[in-house]
């Protein structure tokens, strides 16, 4: 479980974020959503510590995150994994190299272990038969699941997905979310899926955020989330459905 | 940005690369894949330039001393003693400056922009000192290996030019080669290339890690860190032979 307490992130002295506060649950998909340009991702920066908070905290299991010391740091970074927006996939590395890299950097595994979990993570996201191929090889879809690949090597605790759908086209984005919600749920992992797209949100809303302009203004799921009695919300809504 | 926080930010930027390596072995191994890139990736382009600017120191010199009252040995002496202080180190570093150094800055700017930084950053990875120390490493051993290929290169061109064009005989040009060498020179030349290493990778890297944006500013990485290279390079060329060879 993640919880955030009155989070403020600024940027040249404009604020991005403004006292956001939530709790993002294990085993379930926690959506954040909202309009471009909300503060979805300098939220997400902020919470795996890309980006430094002006105040406030972040609780990793009850673990103060923002103040650890490097080295405490560095044992919460071992249980997170990110999908991050392009997938950000190591240009110069193989599709199993990219899998193995945490392997590799921070296990005590044996060669032969390396590759049984890089397969194994390679099956958990229906790509096994591209181990040697490079990411300029591969389209966007199947990036995407080496990223989420990558992401679950070193078994994490927490997972980070930004706009996981971005750039793909419906069918695949359906596919990669129910790839993120069955590895959610089979791991009991504590996953955060930045979106705006309804469909996810309706499919993987167990509970929801929504951010508007650095502002959290409504959590709840996705049976509430029509009946809201929030205009913002209900504006950001309407914008899909008519 | 100032050209003194630029300079604070650098500091900063090679300071914090000095940290241990996650893991030795794959430290390793990626300083020996950054020494074949450098390394065998500019062998060509350096043999080409110390070939030919061997040839062309000769056959200058030979023009200008055409006098007659001079021995002809004085050519090839000429000829070492300024491929190994000046031609063979500064301009193989300038090129380098340009080949290595734009190769290094676009690498790394596209990682950053591409966020492949920040995945690393997120797996705990010291990024900065992953990326960038193997290259400082592979640099600080490959470049000057390359100078001392380039100074071999350069008067062998120099001999091939001067005896060919009928300019001096094999036998003067080998004694003026051997007259009054002075081991100092091949000592200073390597100072310098150590020197032009360092800045070639670190002021490469610093630009490349740094780049935030899109394609077009990994463009403008490049250029800046070509540009910043050849003014390190020239400025430090400077200073060196200040500090060192007085009397
Ligand atoms: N590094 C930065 N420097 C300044 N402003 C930033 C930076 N990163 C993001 N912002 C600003 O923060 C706001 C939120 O951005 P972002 O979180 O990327 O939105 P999104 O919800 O689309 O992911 C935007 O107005 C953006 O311009
Ligand atoms: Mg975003």
Same mark, same amino acid.
């Not at chain 1, 919880?3 to 959506?31: C, H, P, R």
């Not at chain 1, 750039?167 to 504590?190: A, H, M, N």
């Given at each position: 479980?993640?919880?955030?307490?009155?989070?403020?992130?600024?940027?040249? $002295?404009?604020?991005?974020?403004? %006292?956001?506060?939530?709790?993002?649950?294990?085993?379930?998909?926690?959506?954040?959503?909202?309009?471009?340009?909300?503060?979805?991702?300098?939220?997400?920066?902020?919470?795996?510590?890309?980006?430094?908070?002006?105040?406030?905290?972040?609780?990793?299991?009850?673990? $103060?995150?923002?103040?650890?010391?490097?080295?405490?740091?560095?044992?919460?970074?071992?249980?997170?994994?990110?999908?991050?927006?392009?997938?950000?996939?190591?240009?110069?590395?193989?599709?199993?190299?990219?899998?193995?890299?945490?392997?590799?950097?921070?296990? $005590?595994?044996?060669?032969?272990?390396?590759?049984?979990?890089?397969?194994?993570? &390679?099956?958990? +996201?229906?790509?096994?038969?591209?181990?040697?191929?490079? @990411?300029?090889?591969?389209?966007?879809?199947?990036?995407?699941?080496?990223?989420?690949?990558?992401?679950?090597?070193?078994? @994490?605790?927490?997972?980070?997905?930004?706009? @996981?759908?971005?750039?793909? %086209? @419906? !069918?695949?984005?359906?596919?990669? %979310?129910?790839?993120?919600?069955?590895?959610?749920?089979?791991?009991?992992?504590?996953?955060?899926?930045?979106?705006?797209?309804?469909? *996810?949100?309706?499919?993987?809303?167990?509970?929801?955020?929504?951010?508007?302009?650095?502002?959290?203004?409504?959590?709840?799921?996705?049976?509430?989330?029509?009946?809201?009695?929030?205009?913002? !919300?209900?504006?950001?809504?309407?914008?899909?459905?008519? | 940005?100032?050209?003194?926080?630029?300079?604070?930010?650098?500091?900063?930027?090679?300071?914090?690369?000095?940290?241990?390596?996650?893991?030795?072995?794959?430290?390793?191994?990626?300083?020996?894949?950054?020494?074949?890139?450098?390394?065998?990736?500019?062998?060509?382009?350096?043999?080409?330039?110390?070939?030919?600017?061997?040839?062309?120191?000769?056959?200058?010199?030979?023009?200008?001393?055409? *006098?007659?009252?001079?021995?002809?040995?004085?050519?090839?002496?000429?000829?070492? %003693?300024?491929?190994?202080?000046?031609?063979?180190?500064?301009?193989?570093?300038?090129?380098?400056?340009?080949?290595?150094?734009?190769?290094?800055?676009?690498?790394?700017?596209?990682?950053?922009?591409?966020?492949?930084? $920040?995945? &690393?950053?997120?797996?705990?990875?010291?990024?900065?000192?992953?990326?960038? &120390?193997?290259?400082?490493?592979?640099?600080?051993?490959?470049?000057?290996?390359?100078?001392?290929?380039?100074?071999?290169?350069?008067?062998?061109?120099?001999?091939?030019?001067?005896?060919?064009?009928?300019?001096?005989?094999?036998?003067?040009?080998?004694?003026?080669?051997?007259?009054?060498?002075?081991?100092?020179? +091949?000592?200073?030349?390597?100072?310098?290339?150590?020197?032009?290493?360092?800045?070639?990778?670190?002021?490469?890297?610093?630009?490349?890690?740094?780049?935030?944006?899109?394609?077009?500013?990994?463009?403008?990485?490049?250029?800046?860190?070509?540009?910043?290279?050849?003014?390190?390079?020239?400025?430090?060329?400077?200073?060196?032979?200040?500090? !060192? !060879?007085?009397?």
């Amino acid at each position: 479980m993640i919880e955030i307490k009155n989070i403020y992130k600024s940027f040249n $002295d404009k604020y991005v974020l403004e %006292d956001v506060s939530a709790i993002f649950e294990k085993g379930k998909t926690n959506l954040v959503i909202g309009a471009s340009g909300s503060g979805k991702s300098v939220l997400m920066k902020c919470l795996v510590g890309l980006e430094s908070i002006d105040q406030g905290q972040i609780l990793y299991d009850n673990r $103060d995150f923002a103040n650890l010391g490097y080295e405490a740091k560095k044992v919460v970074r071992r249980e997170i994994g990110m999908l991050f927006q392009g997938a950000a996939l190591f240009d110069s590395l193989s599709v199993e190299e990219n899998v193995g890299f945490p392997l590799k950097m921070f296990s $005590d595994l044996h060669k032969s272990e390396q590759m049984d979990r890089i397969n194994f993570c &390679l099956k958990c +996201v229906n790509l096994e038969n591209s181990n040697k191929k490079f @990411p300029s090889e591969i389209s966007g879809g199947m990036k995407k699941r080496v990223g989420i690949a990558r992401a679950i090597a070193l078994n @994490p605790e927490y997972l980070f997905c930004d706009e @996981p759908n971005s750039g793909l %086209d @419906p !069918l695949t984005s359906r596919v990669i %979310d129910e790839l993120i919600k069955e590895i959610t749920q089979e791991f009991q992992i504590t996953t955060i899926i930045n979106s705006h797209d309804m469909k *996810t949100v309706m499919d993987l809303g167990d509970s929801i955020c929504f951010i508007h302009k650095g502002i959290m203004w409504w959590q709840g799921n996705n049976k509430e989330i029509m009946n809201s009695g929030n205009p913002e !919300l209900d504006t950001f809504l309407k914008a899909y459905l008519f | 940005m100032s050209l003194f926080t630029s300079i604070g930010r650098y500091t900063l930027f090679v300071r914090g690369l000095i940290s241990k390596p996650e893991r030795f072995s794959v430290f390793w191994e990626r300083t020996l894949h950054e020494m074949t890139a450098i390394g065998v990736g500019s062998l060509g382009i350096v043999a080409a330039i110390s070939l030919s600017v061997g040839a062309v120191t000769t056959v200058q010199t030979a023009y200008q001393l055409i *006098t007659g009252l001079v021995p002809r040995s004085i050519i090839s002496t000429i000829l070492r %003693d300024s491929t190994i202080l000046e031609l063979a180190p500064t301009i193989t570093c300038l090129v380098l400056a340009g080949k290595v150094g734009a190769n290094i800055a676009s690498e790394l700017g596209n990682m950053s922009v591409s966020e492949q930084i $920040d995945a &690393l950053d997120v797996m705990g990875v010291n990024s900065a000192s992953y990326l960038v &120390l193997p290259k400082i490493v592979a640099g600080l051993f490959v470049i000057p290996l390359l100078i001392i290929i380039a100074m071999t290169l350069g008067i062998i061109g120099g001999y091939w030019a001067g005896v060919m064009g009928g300019a001096i005989s094999p036998r003067d040009f080998s004694e003026g080669i051997l007259n009054d060498f002075r081991g100092f020179t +091949v000592v200073f030349s390597f100072i310098k290339s150590i020197t032009f290493a360092f800045i070639i990778t670190s002021i490469s890297s610093f630009h490349g890690y740094y780049t935030r944006g899109g394609a077009l500013e990994v463009g403008r990485s490049s250029t800046k860190a070509v540009v910043y290279s050849c003014v390190g390079i020239l400025f430090s060329d400077f200073i060196l032979a200040q500090m !060192l !060879l007085e009397n």
